[in-house]
């Protein structure tokens, strides 16, 4: 439901076709994207035109607080940009000053930080103390798993470098769909057992009963 909220009070009046992903958790959203922090969006500006259709985009200056996340150890800023496009019908596009959780990765052709509706951000005001000591525990997790790794190396550059927010949009997507067909097929074996074991007990008591 909170995400509902999310999702109508963000949201411009745009015509474009929705967003398309599984509903985000808090698990699945830290393991897709580079950054998770907690901010403090203090100045928002929904006034950056492109002049593309005349859409409207949104620049979000925030203060970050707390850091659970970050895919490049040498990235030491305080304060991000935030860019939304109303184009791009999963872009976050901010509003409202306040405490975000926020997911996000970078734009290489800008270094602006977007976050998508494909990810659990919110406001730090609707999260329950299970949600942030969940956050907690994927933190301590992946420092675990990073100071395990000889050659963890990524750098902010590389993460600029990367494959821009489209192809990683599709990344998402394309981890959530095979998530989702893992489950199907738990699904699937799960039922053919329960008929095989039925077919079983059901040829056993039809030998029990004949025999007597």
């Known amino acids: 439901m909170k995400y509902l909220l999310l999702l109508f009070s963000l949201l411009t009046s745009i015509n474009i076709p929705a ?27 929904t006034t950056y035109k492109t002049g593309y259709w005349e859409v409207e985009n949104s620049l979000a200056k925030a203060r970050i607080e707390k850091v659970y996340k970050s895919s490049a150890p040498d990235f030491r800023s305080k304060e991000i940009t935030l860019f939304g496009q109303q184009f791009n019908s999963c872009d976050i596009i901010f509003k409202e000053k306040g ?42 997790n992946f420092v675990k798993e990073i100071s395990t790794q000889d050659n963890f190396e990524i750098s902010y550059e590389d993460l600029l470098t990367a494959p821009d927010k489209v192809l990683k949009q599709l990344m998402i997507e394309n981890a959530q769909l095979s998530e989702h067909h893992r489950k199907q097929k738990i699904y699937i074996a799960s039922l053919s057992a329960l008929y095989l074991l039925t077919f079983i007990i059901f040829i056993l008591f039809y030998k029990k009963k004949k025999s007597n």
């Open 19 to 45: 967003c398309k992903c599984d509903t985000p958790t808090i698990k699945n959203s830290f393991e897709s994207a580079d950054f998770v922090f907690t901010v403090d969006i203090y100045d928002v500006n």
């Open 99 to 140: 405490k975000f959780l926020i997911f996000a990765n970078v734009e290489p052709d800008t270094t602006f930080f977007y976050s998508s509706f494909c990810y659990a951000t919110q406001e730090i005001s609707q999260l329950s103390e299970s949600e942030f000591a969940l956050l907690e525990q994927l933190k301590n």
